[in-house]
């Protein structure tokens, strides 16, 4: 019988047990009706015949379990008969009586009813049947179960949304896996017992979409059980974008890869819908790499006798920086391609050219140039074979990006990972490492410096006052590369660590370590952006966090103000969150809206909280004012040329624009022209404003009498130009302005240099914070390590170890080791030795 149909079983037996208790409760009430209880067992009579016959359409004439229903039709009939004599029947008697023979009837169904599950599986994409592979297995090898793999068609679209064309990969799966026909299958007559998706996406997805009658609000109408499980496996994060998406509300059950996956979610998802049971990727390739398949004849020349390297070129790493991006395969493949000791193995993403044709569309020609060299000049491998595991299993070691699921799969088999900087397109230069240092320094409301000590990743700098360098000090007990702790301050004998994505605090006493515990509210990356102090009360601003933490460097204690990220940081149409402007003004921090509608001020010294509108609109970024008190406070906006100069005591605005002719901004990300983040900060004098510019190209002087703007030529050159590939071009720059008295700094951050600035002269002279020491920065770098909870093992491409370096066996730090890496990712894979999909069949069926 189909497990659907046993159900019906299963609903009877329910019955029979309520009607029992029905009989019992009439029986041992002190007004008994006997007629009642009668009429009960009369019903629970009929409905025996009535499962007697279900069971013999379904299994057969002569089944035990309709045997059984038989006699309990005769123990109904006797016991009606017993309560309905003179003599009567006592409720305990009719209940032990009616419950022994319904058990029996429970038991024989469950031993005698053999149940027949149907279990069907939907991949769209051949490339990506490992992610359903093993829990197919499992269900396959349960001679009780038929498990049917149904390719379903899917659709590339144009980048207006409309379909562009079809396809069905069902031509393209392993041999040994039976393809059946969606179009021959009666979803609504079979009604499959469990249904196994790995497209989660419905209509939601820009590039491409499966066909609407398998998008998940629909086969939720064929089946009791709908299960999707994820079409990748990460190292230990997920991206923002995989929150929420419509198959998570249809589906029954999702099967995340550990525990820690459970907090990546959003909260509207029920936490019971969650199997923490590991990933099928990871079952097929910790199994293959133990028993590596035969290479394709044509790759086996090209791989004789040579460590084979595997090229991933993902979507994240492509969309992030695309012209980078190309640069850096032409480097890539430029390193590689006279080396004769060393295979590289090329593998882009399979949706790689249907992304860049629908979304960087002007790159395509570039890419296909690149692709055709590659592939004509022949001295590497290009793979677009289906089965990503079996490359996996021929590789040894995985240079490419580290935002891609490709990397887990190396990580759970232990092979070596190699994460690449995609800006890197040269090797570094002997002085490149001096722009990637700079000293901390933290300037106070009462004037005062904090610029004695400076935190590296997991190490703490001194300033050794005599010879003005920064000294190593010590290193603190976590990862050097989760960027755990942004932030070091000495306050009264004690260094205080604020967090960037640690939810905690760590306090440093001479060589005592403690932490103070912020609630965890998050799993992800990226909790807090910065910390402001102001006297002894630090103000720890959310990123991803819910609340504003407020500590007490006096008391240690910690204080929360609910929900500011969500009033405070608005979420970009790429998913960059940036925070809307704070300020301290009076004693009080004011924190504006991410709409600029609404603005709260938090007291700093009783904590007490206000709110006002502000009559405003748009995010604002950036605040200066003449002084500290000054009630006029000059806003400048995420995006455009419109400043505002809001008086916080009449809560009067006006409103400049200070646009210039040749005004023109650059994502610095996508290198495309933008008009957001023109402006970062500005020095308001009495009679003008200045405004540095960020990704605008022109400092601009406005009049704000006359409302007049024009160019401030300025002492700094204005390139939109990176440094070099190992210095990126972020921005210009940003003023600094002393609290108590009219000097002025300037950051100039395409060469990472500091200014001492006369605003009227224009004089600049360089200085630094502090120097390093060469030696001691070229030792925190680690090599292979575990940098973070969200990649758990891996070295990193960068100024201490270039690709060459890999290649050449001459990684600075500490050597790959396999065991370690293994240890390390079992925190991200519940099924370590490659079981998921056993488990997962078992816990469902």
């Given at each position: ?624 004012n003449r002084r500290i008190d000054d009630e006029n406070i000059w806003f400048i906006p995420y995006a455009g040329t419109e400043v505002v100069r809001f008086n916080m005591s009449t809560r009067e ?193």
């Open positions: 019988m189909r497990k659907y149909k046993f159900k019906l079983v299963e609903n009877y037996i329910a019955l029979f047990r309520k009607i029992n208790e029905g009989v019992f409760a009439e029986l041992s009430s002190k007004a008994s009706d006997i007629s009642k209880a009668s009429e009960y067992l009369q019903t629970a009579q009929q409905k025996a015949i009535d499962l007697g016959t279900y069971i013999e359409q379904e299994e057969g004439m002569g089944h035990k379990t309709v045997s059984v229903l038989e006699e309990f039709c005769e123990i109904l009939y006797e016991i009606n008969e017993e309560v309905l004599s003179e003599q009567g029947l006592s409720a305990n008697s009719a209940k032990l009586r009616l419950d022994t023979i319904v058990n029996k009837i429970e038991r024989s169904s469950k031993e005698d009813i053999a149940i027949q599950r149907l279990a069907v599986f939907l991949p769209y994409k051949s490339s990506m049947w490992d992610s359903l592979e093993s829990v197919w297995q499992a269900a396959a090898a349960d001679e009780n179960c038929t498990a049917l793999v149904i390719p379903i068609p899917y659709f590339d679209k144009n980048p207006d949304g409309s379909v562009k064309a079809e396809y069905w990969e069902g031509d393209d799966f392993p041999e040994y896996v039976h393809i059946t026909s969606y179009e021959t299958f009666d979803f609504g007559a079979e009604h499959p017992d469990m249904i196994f998706i790995h497209n989660p996406y419905d209509d939601s997805n820009l590039v491409t979409s499966v066909h609407p009658f398998f998008y998940s609000k629909e086969l939720k109408k064929y089946t009791d059980c709908l299960v999707y499980i994820p079409y990748y496996a990460t190292a230990g994060n997920m991206s923002e974008g995989q929150a929420l998406l419509p198959s998570y509300l249809n589906a029954d059950y999702i099967v995340i890869q550990s525990e820690k996956f459970r907090g990546f979610f959003d909260p509207i998802v029920p936490q019971e819908k969650f199997l923490p049971l590991g990933s099928p990727k990871f079952d097929s390739a910790i199994k293959k790499c133990m028993n590596p398949p035969e290479p394709p004849e044509a790759w086996k020349q090209k791989m004789a006798g040579k460590k084979v390297y595997f090229y991933n070129t993902s979507l994240n790493g492509m969309l992030d920086d695309t012209e980078a991006f190309m640069r850096k395969m032409v480097y890539v493949f430029d390193i590689f391609r006279n080396r004769k000791d060393v295979c590289l193995l090329w593998r882009p993403h399979p949706l790689f050219e249907k992304t860049l044709q629908s979304m960087r569309a002007q790159y395509l020609p570039i890419y296909e140039d690149i692709r055709d060299k590659y592939i004509r000049e022949d001295w590497g491998i290009y793979d677009t074979t289906p089965n990503i595991e079996d490359t996996i299993a021929l590789c040894d070691v995985y240079i490419g990006d580290a935002a891609t699921s490709v990397t887990s799969l190396f990580g759970v088999a232990g092979k070596p990972l190699f994460i690449l900087n995609n800006r890197i397109n040269e090797l570094p230069n002997k002085e490149d490492w001096k722009y990637h240092v700079g000293a901390q320094a933290i300037q106070l409301i009462d004037g005062t410096w904090h610029k004695d000590y400076t935190l590296r990743g997991n190490r703490i700098y001194k300033r050794n006052q005599q010879e003005d360098k920064m000294r190593f000090l010590m290193s603190i007990p976590v990862p050097s590369g989760g960027g755990y702790y942004n932030m070091v301050f000495d306050y009264k004998n004690k260094l205080y660590l604020f967090p960037g994505n640690a939810q905690d605090i760590m306090v440093v006493e001479g060589k005592k370590i403690r932490t103070i515990a912020i609630d965890k509210k998050i799993e992800r990356a990226g909790a807090f952006f910065y910390t402001s102090i102001v006297g002894h009360m630090a103000f720890i601003w959310p990123q991803r966090y819910p609340d504003l933490v407020i500590f007490n460097m006096e008391t240690e204690e910690v204080f929360y103000l609910q929900d500011i990220s969500d009033f405070n940081v608005a979420t970009m149409p790429d998913l960059e969150r940036v925070p809307a402007v704070k300020f301290y003004y009076k004693g009080k921090f004011f924190i504006l809206s991410r709409d600029g509608r609404k603005m709260i001020s938090v007291d700093i010294v009783t904590l007490d909280v206000q709110a006002f509108d502000t009559g405003l609109e748009g995010l604002y970024i950036g605040a200066a605005k006006k409103k400049y624009d200070i646009s210039v002719e040749g005004l023109v901004g650059l994502d610095r990300r996508l290198k495309v022209k933008s008009n957001h983040r023109l402006f970062s900060n500005a020095v308001v004098m009495d009679d003008r404003v200045i405004f540095s510019p960020n990704w605008g190209n022109k400092f601009v002087e406005l009049n704000p009498v006359t409302g007049e703007a024009k160019e401030w030529v300025s002492p700094f050159e204005i390139t939109q130009k990176d440094f070099n590939c190992y210095v990126a071009n972020v921005g210009i720059g940003n003023f600094v302005k002393d609290a108590l008295e009219d000097k002025y700094k300037y950051y100039y951050s395409p060469k990472r240099q500091w200014y001492h600035i006369d605003i009227q002269s224009k004089d600049i002279e360089p200085f630094a914070y502090g120097e390093f020491i060469r030696e001691e920065i070229f030792d925190e770098n680690e090599g292979y390590y575990s940098p973070s909870e969200w990649m758990k093992y891996c070295c990193f491409e960068g100024l201490y170890n270039s690709l060459e370096d890999l290649i050449d066996n001459n990684i600075h730090g500490a050597k790959h080791d396999k065991e370690l890496q293994i240890r390390a990712f079992s925190d991200i894979n519940a099924s370590a030795t490659g079981d998921c999909g056993e488990k997962v069949y078992e816990y469902l069926k």
